[in-house]
């Protein structure tokens, strides 16, 4: 079980799930959003695990950096394997929902703002519902990401009102001393086309 440190003690990852569900609910009660709790699950999960910066950022030769959305993008269209066309745009779209939910000011600040994370966020969760596993848990999962990307941009609001809430507490959504800050790891994906906001 991974843990993560607060300023006063350890959080293990079971009770951070149990903490990011119970944030992800009142924010939608906040936000007036009815959603399937299959849903709300899902982005209590998605915050779990990007608490952990080796799940969120990619590590590479040249460093630790977040993969352009376009890049991943492209590296959907040139895989031959479903399973994994299927994995880079859930990616892409898990990226793109918690960087625009947590980051929005981030983004502001960049050629390549939030209304582009939300097009390819949505669109990413679009194409995994027109093309669907088979078996029944992929059907589940269906539901849940027809309805991210049909309401991708509340999604995002729930998030950033998850996120406001931890401003004023030591938070594991906030980078810790030795990582790097989103702004500086977000700084590589100016000058992305618009044009690449469609999936296919």
């Known amino acids: 079980m991974a843990t993560v440190h607060t300023k006063n003690r350890p959080v293990t990852e079971t009770s951070l799930l149990a903490f990011f569900h119970r944030s992800i609910d009142d924010a939608a009660r906040n936000q007036r959003l009815e959603a399937a709790d299959a849903t709300l699950v899902y982005l209590a999960n998605l915050l779990t695990d990007y608490a952990r910066a080796e ?59 939030v209304d582009y994370y939300i097009a390819m966020g949505g669109s990413a969760y679009a194409y995994l519902v027109e093309d669907p596993m088979d078996h029944g848990s992929g059907r589940l999962q269906g539901d849940v990401f027809r309805e991210l990307s049909l309401r991708f941009a509340r999604f995002v609001d729930v998030i950033a009102e998850v996120g406001r ?13 030795n990582e790097p800050s989103l702004e500086k790891l977000l700084e590589g994906i100016d000058g992305i086309p618009g044009q690449l906001i469609a999936v296919h």
């Open 55 to 113: 799940r969120l950022f990619d590590y590479t030769s040249d460093g630790t950096g977040l993969r352009p959305l376009a890049l991943q993008y492209a590296d959907a269209l040139e895989t031959r394997s479903r399973s994994e066309r299927r994995m880079i745009l859930q990616r892409l779209g898990d990226v793109a929902l918690f960087v625009s939910g947590l980051f929005a000011g981030a983004l502001s600040r960049r050629s390549v703002g």
């Open 165 to 177: 809430g931890q401003v004023h507490r030591q938070s594991p959504l906030l980078p810790g001393a």
